[in-house]
């Protein structure tokens, strides 16, 4: 998944704050590929979705339950 990565463009929601680098970041800059890393261990594995799943996750979690 590496090479995958290579060029990732790495961000974290503006409403994270300053929370001492606690945070999830995102790349949706890659075809076909969104990235998600814990901003502590940029190093680390990451999880990768397809586009229309991480479209899924982020407008389920902006719909009121």
């Known amino acids: 998944m ?5 060029g990732a463009r790495w961000r974290k929601s503006a409403r994270s704050g300053d929370n001492n680098g606690n945070c999830v970041e995102v790349a949706t800059n890659l075809p076909d590929l969104v990235a998600v890393r814990d901003s502590k261990d940029p190093a680390g594995s990451a999880l990768s979705f397809s586009p229309a799943a991480w479209s899924t996750f982020v407008r389920a979690t902006k719909t009121p339950h």
């Open 2 to 6: 590496a090479d995958q990565l290579a």
